[in-house]
């Protein structure tokens, strides 16, 4: 489901539906969410679910089933998931408060990431390197989620994105991968990254394509989805980092880098419309069921405003 389908109908039900039915106060009843938690739509529309709100106003969610939002939100439950068609995760581990993170650090072994459950564009994330940075750091992600993921560090590893879309008739391609500049470490939304992918062989290239297309069937995504890899420099061993139902930061770079209108054609797949049915933009003739073939490269280089580094060190 695109975030801003739920941002809507989370807008809808604080806004609309107060003056309905005796004028119930549906933002005290239902919705009175702690908002450095649930920030972000994807969270409204999984706890307006998990309240029964769509059942009890009959909303129908399009596009993304919201059990496939938590199968790649929720650390254990992605886990099992992935581990279910023959992928791997990173040694990880979720909690919800220090003392937690201390136990789990220890048995993972430092350094660790450390990552907001529930949040976008790495916020609350961080690297530990002993005990008293984890502390620092976990306290940090406990305010912005109640679940904080750590994972086995991979500094030095390669980190590949691929943009993949699916229809709700099982038509699933990969419009675009990208690479990383920067080691693995660094927040795709911070790092330089090259589209396409410069340094992978052709093995590489084609086993990230079909477990990317692998893992979005079996989650059951419908319209865009975000796949990350920490793959070896030395090998072809690699860990799935995570999967963002949704748009990005990355679907935007894709766009801009194929001529591919993601937003625009996610939105048409989340209403059950086929791949086959939708015109290539660019051609004008041909359908968009098509995977973009690039003779060139594009080179995002991160832009960061001033306030963001307030609480960094200088």
Same mark, same amino acid.
């Given at each position: 489901m695109d975030s801003l389908v739920l941002s809507r109908i989370a807008s809808f039900l604080l806004h609309k539906l107060p003056q309905v039915g005796g004028r119930v106060n549906i933002l005290k009843k239902y919705l009175s969410l702690d908002k450095a938690v649930y920030r972000a739509a994807l969270n409204y529309g999984i706890e307006l679910n998990n309240r029964g709100i769509f059942k009890q106003y009959s909303i129908t969610v399009m596009g993304t089933p919201i059990q496939s939002i938590i199968n790649s939100e929720d650390r254990k439950l992605f886990a099992d998931q992935v581990a279910s068609i023959g992928?791997?995760?990173?040694?990880?581990?979720?909690?919800?408060?220090v003392e937690e993170a201390i136990i789990t650090a220890k048995r993972l072994g430092y350094p660790i990431l450390i990552r907001a459950a529930y949040a976008l564009g790495g916020l609350g994330s961080g690297f530990a390197h002993d005990e008293t940075e984890l502390r620092k750091i976990v306290s940090k992600a406990l305010l912005h989620s109640n679940q904080v993921l750590l994972d086995k560090s991979l500094k030095g590893w390669k980190e590949i994105e691929y943009e993949i879309i699916r229809d709700s008739y099982d038509n699933c391609i990969a419009i675009c991968n990208m690479e990383n500049l920067d080691p693995l470490g660094i927040h795709t939304g911070e790092s330089i990254v090259v589209a396409p992918s410069q340094t992978l062989t052709d093995s590489e290239y084609y086993l990230l394509r079909s477990m990317s297309i692998k893992i979005v069937r079996h989650l059951g995504v419908i319209g865009e989805? *975000?796949?990350?890899?920490?793959? *070896?420099?030395?090998?072809?061993?690699?860990?799935?980092?995570?999967?963002n139902p949704r748009l990005s930061r990355s679907s935007a770079l894709a766009s801009k880098a194929t001529g591919y209108p993601l937003a625009y054609v996610a939105a048409?797949?989340?209403?059950?419309?086929?791949?086959?049915?939708?015109?290539n933009s660019v051609t004008g003739s041909t359908t968009a069921c098509f995977e973009p073939s690039l003779d060139y490269c594009v080179v995002k280089i991160p832009r960061w405003d001033l306030p963001v580094g307030k609480s960094t060190s200088q």
């Open positions: 992928g791997r995760v990173a040694p990880s581990g979720a909690v919800y408060s989805c *975000n796949v990350q890899f920490a793959l *070896n420099p030395k090998s072809e061993e690699f860990y799935i980092i995570e999967v048409k797949l989340s209403l059950g419309i086929c791949l086959s049915d939708l015109k």
